[in-house]
């Protein structure tokens, strides 16, 4: 079954840290990725996806993913955060041709300003 | 914005009651699913309605049931609460779940509190 593995639960980071958000998924096929944000009091917003080609993808307000298919991964990151990133992000896959689009438990993400 | 919205966005129920959450999927999409998110957690997918039709489910048992009406939106029913399903509750919708470029786009919940 596909399963997406979020390594840190909660990171804590000073404003202009870089930063670095680990997600790896199990499934052997072709996948669709994404990363997802929830700031507090909000809904779930994507934040950047990739489907194909060029596997270093860029989203909204400076954040990069890059999908390693040898290692089943698809770090998020971004150079320097600012307080307004502090929120959860979730890392989730959907199988290309499937129906469901399966979730990390997330990361919380605080930044100290 | 996306365009999808959600009722009610706060209900407590007793144990043993029965519910029902409400969904207006984005305009042009056809495709709603519905996740449970507790606490702490990542959103866990409960189904998915096509057309009107559940073409996919997720582990969790037959007292989650919904339905997808001809306009698209859809119903979320719980019957026979307990207490380990209070939960935010969200939908998200979509156009053409298989296509590869398929991105769902989630309104803001309905939290359900069972006491």
């Known amino acids: 079954a596909q399963s997406v593995s979020q390594h840190n639960h909660h990171v804590i980071l000073s404003e202009a840290a870089s930063l670095e958000l680990g997600c790896n998924y199990s499934?052997?096929?072709?996948?669709?990725l994404f990363w997802y944000v929830q700031y507090p009091g909000q809904h779930l917003q994507l934040l950047l996806k990739?489907?194909?080609?060029?596997?270093l993808v860029k989203g909204i307000k400076g954040f990069e993913a890059e999908f390693i298919k040898s290692k089943f991964s698809f770090n998020l990151r971004k150079p320097s955060v600012q307080w307004s990133d502090t929120a959860e992000y979730f890392c989730?896959?959907?199988?290309?041709?499937?129906?469901?689009?399966?979730f990390g438990a997330g990361t919380r993400l605080f930044v100290k300003a | 914005e996306t365009g999808v919205t959600q009722s009610p966005t706060h209900l407590i129920k007793t144990r043993g009651q029965q519910v029902t959450l409400r969904c207006s999927s984005q305009?042009?999409?056809?495709?709603v699913s519905w996740y449970q998110q507790a606490l702490g957690q990542g959103p866990q997918f409960i189904f998915q309605?096509?057309?009107?039709?559940?073409?996919g489910r997720g582990n969790f048992p037959p007292r989650f049931s919904g339905l997808q009406f001809p306009n698209y939106s859809s119903e979320l029913n719980v019957n026979a609460l307990e207490l380990d399903d209070s939960a935010l509750y969200l939908c998200?919708?979509?156009?053409?779940?298989?296509?590869?470029?398929?991105?769902?786009?989630f309104g803001e919940g309905s939290w359900l509190t069972v006491v």
């Open positions: 989730a896959v959907k199988n290309t041709g499937g129906f469901k689009t399966i």
């Open positions: 305009s042009g999409h056809n495709t």
């Open positions: 309605y096509y057309r009107e039709e559940e073409n």
């Open positions: 990739y489907f194909s080609g060029d596997p």
């Open positions: 499934y052997g096929g072709t996948v669709n």
């Open positions: 998200a919708s979509s156009y053409d779940p298989t296509s590869p470029g398929n991105t769902i786009y």
